[in-house]
């Protein structure tokens, strides 16, 4: 199991590489205009990589009997379809935004299913079983972080950052705290991305894409649902380290709403976006995300997988001052220029 690591991120490199030359052979390309964060003609798709790379070392990880086959199906089957319809929308083949929604909660249906529903979750000091509206709202958490993923996608390099950061610190508390075995899915999940790193580093080679972008994300979720059902502290951990995202996906969603903009419509408000405008540069944005994922929220995601401090504190202590800032930086609010 030890060299499964290099070779996921050496097969997600070559799988990377070799898509972005099949990209610029096909003139798959992002065309930058008044919505997008980026000026060169870019190519995407390579979360194509990431999703083969992953779904490679899940299977991998269930021939070795790391894994059940309830865990393989529940990331691997709906994670495929979710990266399904994100393919299909990159190329322009699925560009109703209802059908894309309607397919992502076909999906996520699916996932609660796989997994057996959402398990009791402790919020303070006891856990609580929220039945059937537990299921509807782990479906909602599905979709919700799939679409999350998607908008804060936006400039090079801040999805990388942010998937590396949060699998290896779940994947350490796990290792840590518990005996579970889904270290290795978390660490599978990081390693696939790092080899889509090196052509992601700005100005990006490539870009992910709505295949990846949404892969990932959903991913991620499913990931939460699964180490929920033996481990809830830790899967409390996992969405503690989702801080930066959530908050600026969040607020920014709130505004617009309340401003009665179309939200599925393309934009730059995001709280990264205004920033690495200021800034003229990404990537002091995206190592931002990954400080504050590593000096910030994984000391909180630590305190409460030991049981410190309750999960519903942590969260609190976590988001409020992420909200505050993303809320400073005019997260929603279209840039004065």
């Not at 039945?131 to 801040?158: P, R, S």
Request: with cysteine; hydrophobic share 55%.
């Amino acid at each position: 199991m030890i060299t499964l690591i290099p070779v996921i991120a050496v097969m997600g490199f070559a799988l990377t590489a070799l898509i972005r030359k099949r990209a610029l052979k096909n003139n798959q390309l992002d065309i930058p205009n008044e919505r997008s964060s980026h000026i060169s003609p870019t190519p995407h798709g390579a979360g194509i990589a990431i999703v083969i790379s992953f779904v490679v070392g899940l299977l991998v990880l269930l021939l070795n009997d790391t894994i059940s086959n309830r865990i393989f199906l529940t990331l691997a089957l709906p994670g495929t379809c979710v990266a399904i319809i994100g393919r299909l929308d990159d190329l322009g083949r699925l560009t109703s935004a209802k059908w894309r929604l309607v397919g992502h909660f076909c999906v996520a249906i699916l996932a609660v299913a796989l997994a057996d529903g959402l398990p009791p979750l402790p919020l303070a000091e006891s856990a609580i079983n929220f039945g059937l509206a537990g299921d509807i709202a782990a479906v909602i958490y599905l979709v919700w972080l799939l679409n999350l993923f998607n908008f804060m996608d936006g400039i090079d390099l801040i999805t990388t950052v942010q998937t590396i950061t949060m699998s290896s610190s779940v994947a350490m508390l796990l290792v840590v705290k518990t005996e579970s075995n889904l270290w290795y899915v978390a660490a599978v999940l990081g390693t696939a991305v790092i080899g889509f790193a090196f052509l992601n580093l700005p100005p990006a080679k490539i870009f992910l894409g709505d295949v990846g972008s949404g892969f990932i994300g959903f991913t991620i979720a499913a990931i939460s649902i699964l180490v929920a059902k033996d481990e809830p502290l830790i899967a409390w951990s996992l969405i503690i380290m989702l801080g930066v995202f959530v908050s600026d996906a969040t607020v920014t969603l709130l505004r617009r709403i309340i401003a009665r903009e179309r939200v599925y419509i393309a934009h730059r408000t995001h709280a990264y976006q205004h920033l690495a405008k200021r800034m003229n540069r990404h990537l002091p944005v995206s190592l931002g995300v990954g400080a504050i994922n590593i000096f910030w929220l994984l000391p909180i995601a630590w305190l409460v997988a030991d049981g410190k401090l309750l999960p519903v504190a942590g969260l609190l202590v976590a988001y409020i001052p992420l909200i505050i800032l993303a809320v400073f930086l005019n997260a929603g609010k279209q840039s004065a220029n």
